[in-house]
């Protein structure tokens, strides 16, 4: 018997510059909030297309900021896709806001635009496309939304760094978009996240947001009691990033091209290697996008196949591949059940997708030997499953 390492679904790729980056900070003057941080900031903004980029702890804060600036509030509605990771509707939770979940393509997991649509109300403020898998949403058609009903348009890019729309980099079309640096995303800065933006004045709120709401700037203070003086002038928090985070995000944001390429690479054999396959449906890339494979989803054609997929999960867990389910439906979870009244049955896009979708392993430091062995497991598992 070989060694089988067990191959997780995505990981972090650390190399020694970025090592060294990190120890450079530490041994500094800064730890924290100092011109790292700006530095991270403006090459991110400038990599991502946008006019200001604002970095924050986690992806989770970057959401929380981004629906703060676009003016979410108590009462207020806003619409998110029912596959997503549950800190998309959570950051309008706690502004005390209502998510209204829109049903999802069983094909690619994006958003409908028409779900969304027939989503907005009245109350609703802002709708969020999420890029899942790191496949754009159809941003042409909820920016016309967007315009239509004069709402914002915040897209959550946490599985999309370097992804394209219609030629366009993820990160400069929307009115807000946030990102994510945990590890399993495309670069990390342990915990981390951005948002970019081309409006001047929500991102000095979403500073000032990541900051217990603390204004400093003397021009913006209603009144000057001195050279100490500042202002609290909303309810912030501390969703501040650390200087040698950023000094880690930089370094690995040099080699954001160099990752994707090793995703789509890895994904273009598995789709080679799948796609004849009965019983398996490979990920989609539509026309006019370029997707960045934070996860490869596959969907099993469960009609054609004579096991369960828990069945196909655990035997390929028990292969040693890290596999995951992405994502149970948000309304499904028992805080949304009470706090919401949202049931199952609500949403079948979601739902189907839900019920067949397994993710494979992929992150860029994956051997030719790795690849190969997620192949094989997959064609013997599920092989062995055909009707
Ligand atoms: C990872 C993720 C987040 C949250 O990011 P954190 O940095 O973990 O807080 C938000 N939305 C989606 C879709 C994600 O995948």
Redesign the pocket.
Known sequence: MSHRPFLPYSRQNILPDDLRAVVRVLKGDWLTTGPTVDEFERKFAKYAGAKHAVAVS????A?HAAFFAAGVGPGDEVIVPAT??V??SNAAVYLGATPRFADVDPETALMIPEAAEAAITRKTRAIVP?DFAGHPADLDAFRRIARRHRLVLID?A??ALGARWRGRRIGSIADFTTF???PV?HITTG???MITTDDAEAAVRMRMFRHHGIMRDPKRLSVNEGPWYHEMQVLGFNYRITDFQCALGISQLAKVERFIKARREIARRYTEAFRDMDGVLTPLERKGARHVYHIYPIRLALDRLKASRREIFEQLRKEGLGVQVLYIPVPWQPFYRKRFGTRRGQFPGAERFYESEISLPIFPQMRNADVARVIRTVRSVIGRAAR
């Open positions: 986690s992806g989770t804060a959401l997503t990771f800190a998309t999420v959550d946490a599985h994510s640096f945990h995303k915990e981390g996240g």
